[in-house]
């Protein structure tokens, strides 16, 4: 069994920053691989960087260049670092693992005003 708590999230400007947290127990972490997510109200849940145990990383178009998800496995934590927010992230974001199967946060808010 995977636990993951995200923090970081609340409201920020447009152009600002925000780094979110998730810390996983449970399991192996340096073991798993390691995402985030994210729903906006009225969409679908999304992928927005994941990264593999072996350190590779893919990122939604929409981020690219201005998101960068890290991971600290001596902490077991994984974080995303998000940049030149725009109202167009304002979501719910998940943090992600999967170990055999799909873990989910809680979610943390994230809202960018205009």
């Known amino acids: 069994q995977v636990q993951l708590v995200e923090s970081g999230g609340g409201l920020v400007q447009a152009g600002g920053s925000l780094r979110l947290s998730c810390a996983a127990s449970g399991s192996i972490f340096s073991a798993n691989t390691m995402g985030w997510y994210r729903q906006g109200a009225g969409k679908s849940r999304e992928p927005v960087a994941i990264m593999t145990t072996g350190g590779t990383t893919n990122y939604a178009e929409s981020v690219k260049g201005r998101f960068t998800i890290s991971r600290d496995n001596a902490k077991n934590t994984v974080y995303l670092q998000m940049n030149s927010l725009t109202p167009e992230d304002t979501a719910v974001y998940y943090c992600?693992?999967?170990?055999?199967?799909?873990?989910w946060g809680q979610g943390t808010q994230v809202t960018v005003s205009s």
């Open positions: 992600y693992s999967w170990a055999g199967r799909a873990y």
